[in-house]
């Protein structure tokens, strides 16, 4: 994942980046560099944390069941 740095950093490798510096990291170093504030937010972003939300959708119970597209069902006779 790319990542823009807020400040100077030194990869494991020992390279050195300079602020403002887009790097690609992998999700565990991502949370280092977020731990350190390190990474730079865009303008009205929020975290790179991701927050899952579900919503439910009444049934209508006379619609649950086989749909018109699906095979016959079995027969006994061969």
């Known amino acids: 994942m790319h990542v823009r740095l807020a400040a100077s ?16 990291v992998d999700a565990v170093t991502l949370a280092e560099l ?10 009205g ?5 991701t927050t899952t939300t579900t919503t439910t959708k009444e049934t209508d119970p006379q619609k649950i069941g086989p749909g ?8 006994t006779e061969k």
């Open 34 to 43: 977020e731990e350190k504030g390190m990474v730079e937010q865009p303008v």
């Open 68 to 75: 018109p597209s699906s095979p016959p069902a079995d027969t």
């Open 9 to 24: 950093w030194t990869d494991p490798r020992g390279t050195v980046w300079a602020s403002g510096d887009t790097i690609d």
């Open 45 to 49: 972003a929020e975290s790179t944390k």
